[in-house]
């Protein structure tokens, strides 16, 4: 292929600087079309991102000849839904994170694309992103020494208007939109979680979905790791640190902090900018595999994986709130 072609569904927030931009700048690629419900957003949204054609249906997009891969930068509720259109339409598909509202979802996306033989990418952008490969790099060049565990720890003040926090449109609360980076990235450094426990708990502020959860998994490699999460809390912090047996390696998983390295009592720190379009180093991967040049690190199987662990998460508060976030749309 010389360009490859993208179409967005969902032209919102998410797409606004993060990720619509990068479609547009990374090398071989180009944006064609937006979509969005509702008309003249969708119309400005074309208009100040100097996009070709805007529509207010999925199917301008899903069924276009000139679109080789479709962006579903929706909400979790209707990832399925617009997956499996594009996959039986045979279009590549790139989608938001989290990948569906279940794990269950998840793999009836991941069944699609492989019936259709289409490839599948999951927007965990931090897989791809310089400070998150530095990280990558200094463990796996033995800055730490042999890992022994991780453990993370997240507080924010509550957001109760946020549309994460809204039953059914994302498949959980605040926690399952913003901690399954978090997994995800773990995954990414150690590989799969074979075991997983965990609890989760729901104060009020948001309803009946969970705003603190904790809980403990095992990798495959016999890393150990642990997480606790507040979205009730009275202050902001997120920190992941890794241990291991000559040193530990700390970093804030959403905020754009140094990346700090102690060895010895003696530290260090590695301050890395991050792009300013997130998603661009990402997207740039998944060109480069349509045009026969690398391969994505994030794919629908991989997702898949972190899916699942956030399942066995919040197994506990699902099976007390019966709130339907996890019914299918369809």
Request: hydrophobic content about 40%; charged content about 25%.
């Amino acid at each position: 292929m010389d360009n490859i072609r993208w179409g967005i569904v969902g032209c919102g927030d998410v797409t606004e600087v993060k990720s619509g931009p990068a479609l547009q700048k990374a090398d071989g690629s180009e944006l064609v079309a937006v979509m969005r419900r509702t008309p003249h957003l969708a119309e400005d949204y074309a208009r100040r991102h100097g996009v070709p054609r805007w529509s207010d249906d999925a199917d301008a997009i899903i069924r276009a000849d000139d679109i080789d891969v479709v962006y579903i930068a929706t909400h979790p509720d209707t990832h399925l839904h617009y997956a499996l259109r594009a996959a039986e339409a045979g279009k590549a598909v790139y989608v938001e994170k989290p990948m569906a509202r279940s794990a269950e979802e998840c793999r009836r996306m991941q069944d699609a694309c492989d019936r259709a033989g289409v490839p599948l990418w999951v927007a965990y952008y931090r897989r791809a992103l310089p400070r998150f490969r530095k990280i990558k790099t200094l463990i796996d060049e033995g800055a730490i020494g042999d890992v022994r565990a991780v453990a993370s720890r997240r507080y924010q003040r509550v957001r109760a208007d946020a549309w994460q926090n809204t039953p059914g449109a994302s498949g959980g609360g605040y926690f399952f939109d913003a901690a399954c980076h978090t997994l995800d990235f773990m995954q990414f450094l150690f590989g799969p979680i074979v075991d997983v426990h965990g609890f989760a708990s729901s104060h009020g502020a948001i309803g009946p979905l969970e705003d603190t959860v904790a809980a403990s998994y095992r990798f495959a490699d016999g890393v150990i790791g642990s997480g606790t999460w507040c979205f009730d809390s009275a202050d902001d912090e997120d920190v992941t640190t890794v241990i291991g047996s000559a040193g530990t390696l700390s970093f804030s998983v959403s905020a754009h902090a140094p990346i700090r390295l102690v060895r010895r009592r003696q530290a260090q720190e590695y301050l890395i900018d991050d792009p300013a379009h997130a998603h661009l180093p990402l997207v740039q991967t998944i060109v480069d595999e349509l045009r026969g040049r690398g391969t994505c690190p994030s794919t629908g199987r991989s997702a898949l994986a972190t899916a699942e662990a956030m399942d066995a998460i919040l197994a506990d508060v699902r099976s007390r709130t019966l709130d339907g976030s996890c019914t299918s749309p369809m």
